[in-house]
């Protein structure tokens, strides 16, 4: 083995565990040289300011794909790396989209489940904060090569916004023409047949619409019937136009989870409906594998949904004792001091 192998295998992250993030230092003077950069220098794409951009993106991605096949290494030190990139994006103009780029890649790494229930601000008032500023990005439109980085990343911060156990009707504005959970689901609607977005998109709905204040307001009965059900309904095994493929997937996984995190009592009128749809479109037997494992993870979901639940577990959790606790310490010691006494169980059920 030549020196020059002997380096590659002592140096690349690939071929060595790593116990902790080294380099967390590091990550923190990148996102502090955000703030340096000249601000006309990222509106005329300066050759000096362009090149300052890319060098920080690539240092800072180079050094986080270390820790692909550990990301959990990174989750001391995330809540304060975010704070700081979130900052930037909020308050920083023009600096916005490199900060969004560099939460996105902190995203990839670690995951948009992870991330989107975990790491993230999510005070309620960080609600209105996060809307304010996807309306402000969806306003101007930018052409920049990082916009939708941006745009991902403020997705993913309000599906964490959205699991706060409030009702969202406390956040309407008496200004605004719609209310907060219909702004909501108007964004999620208008990303979620863009493919970039959908599996987030997806994913933040089945949480969304778990919700009791969008089961109360019929929020997802209006969506189902409004929205999915008429997708699955226009489908034809030969069709082949892409736009109406990328739809149906988007239908079929955002109802994965639904059911996935919805309640029972509240999907179980949905599910004679949705199994019809799925054998009479015949969407069990697609041509295109995605659709297909699609459609049985859904018939899946709708089976667990049919399953009916057990009145009290399992039965021997029930046999351990009495339910008085001066009756059980009278037991304990009447056997203690009779060896011969049998010890009565009281069954709950």
Request: glycine share 4%.
């Amino acid at each position: 083995m030549t020196a020059e192998a002997v380096d590659i295998y002592d140096h690349d992250p690939v071929y060595f565990s790593l116990n902790e993030f080294e380099q967390h230092e590091q990550v923190k003077q990148l996102i502090e040289q955000i703030g340096s950069i000249d601000n006309q220098a990222v509106i005329t794409n300066d050759i000096n300011g362009t090149t300052d951009v890319e060098r920080i993106y690539d240092k800072f991605q180079y050094i986080l794909n270390q820790y692909q096949e550990q990301p959990q290494l990174l989750d001391l030190y995330l809540p304060e790396i975010i704070n700081k990139l979130l900052h930037y994006i909020e308050h920083g103009p023009n600096k916005n989209h490199i900060a969004g780029a560099l939460l996105h890649h902190i995203i990839k790494v670690r995951g948009f489940k992870v991330m989107t229930t975990r790491f993230l601000p999510h005070e309620p008032h960080h609600l209105s904060v996060v809307l304010n500023l996807i309306e402000r990005e969806l306003k101007e439109n930018s052409s920049s090569e990082n916009a939708w980085a941006t745009l991902y990343s403020l997705l993913v911060w309000l599906g964490t916004t959205c699991m706060v156990p409030l009702d969202l009707c406390r956040f309407d504005s008496k200004s605004s023409k719609q209310t907060t959970m219909l702004q909501i689901l108007n964004i999620y609607k208008h990303f979620l047949y863009n493919s970039v977005y959908m599996r987030m998109v997806a994913f933040n709905l089945g949480h969304f619409m778990s919700r009791q204040d969008s089961i109360r307001l019929l929020c997802l009965n209006d969506f189902l019937t409004g929205e999915i059900f008429p997708i699955l309904e226009t489908y034809d095994e030969n069709q082949i136009d892409e736009n109406l493929i990328l739809r149906l997937t988007a239908a079929l996984q955002t109802l994965s989870y639904i059911f996935k995190f919805g309640q029972r009592l509240n999907l179980i009128t949905f599910v004679d409906s949705l199994y019809h749809l799925l054998i009479d479109k015949r969407i069990l037997y697609a041509k295109r594998i995605v659709i297909r494992r699609m459609a049985y993870k859904l018939l899946q979901k709708l089976a667990m949904i049919l399953l009916p639940m057990p009145k009290h577990g399992a039965e021997w959790r029930y046999r351990r004792g009495v339910r008085n606790l001066l009756d059980s310490l009278t037991l304990k010691k009447n056997s203690s001091t009779n060896p011969t006494t049998n010890t009565v169980y009281v069954d709950f059920v």
